[in-house]
């Protein structure tokens, strides 16, 4: 026996006399038991007709003009919606319908746009105002302020030790572009991080160090001038790797190694190798081999 209720002939008299009397489909659809999609089928399919005062309302001729005339001035479907006292998807298939050109989307994705979002957001203002402001939906409002930082944009990953899924706050591009420009510049940490007020200290430096391991929020080591060989910053991913480069050139040279092996072994410059053999023969007798 199917568990679904079977139309009959009763069914179809009950709705032709329930229709003609200017009951809605929906009330009809509850006293019968049937669903209201499947009674507007059945009078489909047998002709039926309702009577009750229907919801659509005919375009007039000056509700007409008026759409043609705004479309034209570029005003937005929402307020020709709330003027004409129809809905946001009524407007937009009747200027379908009518071969009217929808006017185009405004762009705020230029730099004095953004900053203007980004002012009126750090007033306090919500998405939904500026995005009146502006004349462009919510969620464009939203990706400007994700793309700045200034909206958190959670991301689900899967824990390792507990199994458990964890919410962390995804860098933006224009965040990491920000930050290698810090980074080039040569700005302190602490300075770094007043520029991303809804980050910590401990991820700035962690993004820091993913972007650029040479990187490191102090001042680079300056080579005093009495050891011979001028004053630059170290060059090498840090202090420790540099003084055991010096020890190995320093070995090579005892060993009567010429500069151009000791440049090519070590990956330096032949003027290096020439300054740190000026720097031993201060201290010990280091036998001289040219270069050619």
């Not at 030790?161 to 224009?174: A, D, K, M």
């Not at 810090?182 to 520029?195: K, N, P, Q, R």
């Not at 993913?210 to 080579?223: S, V």
């Not at 330096?268 to 050619?292: D, N």
Request: net charge positive; glycine share 6%.
């Amino acid at each position: 026996m199917s568990k679904y209720k079977r139309w009959t002939d009763a069914d179809t008299e009950t709705l032709k006399r329930l229709a003609m009397q200017g009951r809605p489909p929906k009330e009809i659809a509850v006293q019968m038991g049937f669903s209201e999609a499947h009674l507007r089928n059945q009078a489909s399919k047998y002709g039926i007709r309702f009577q009750h005062a229907s919801k659509r309302k005919e375009w007039t001729t000056k509700e007409v003009a008026y759409l043609r005339s705004a479309s034209a001035e570029g005003v937005l479907d929402r307020e020709i919606a709330a003027k004409l006292n129809r809905t946001v998807v009524s407007i937009d298939h009747k200027r379908g319908t009518l071969g009217i050109r929808k006017p185009a989307a405004i762009s705020i994705y230029n730099p004095q746009s953004i900053a203007q979002v980004i002012k009126f957001r750090m007033a306090g203002a919500s998405q939904q105002k500026i995005a009146d402001i502006f004349g462009v939906s919510p969620s464009r409002i939203s990706s400007v302020l994700q793309r700045a930082g200034l909206l958190r944009r959670f991301d689900q990953r899967r824990n390792n030790s507990g199994g458990q899924r964890q919410s962390y706050n995804r860098w933006t591009s224009i965040e990491t572009g920000l930050l290698r420009k810090f980074l080039h510049t040569g700005v302190a940490l602490e300075d770094i991080c007043s520029y991303f007020p809804n980050r910590s200290r401990c991820s700035v430096a962690f993004k820091a160090k993913r972007l650029t391991r040479y990187w490191r929020p102090t001042p680079p080591l300056q080579i005093p001038t009495d050891t011979g060989f001028p004053n630059y910053p170290i060059q090498s991913a840090s202090e420790e790797g540099f003084r055991r480069k010096l020890s190995r050139c320093h070995a090579l040279l005892r060993e009567g190694k010429t500069d151009i092996e000791i440049a090519e072994t070590l990956r330096v410059s032949e003027y290096f190798v020439e300054m740190q053999r000026k720097f031993l023969l201060k201290r010990v007798s280091v036998p001289h081999t040219e270069g050619s």
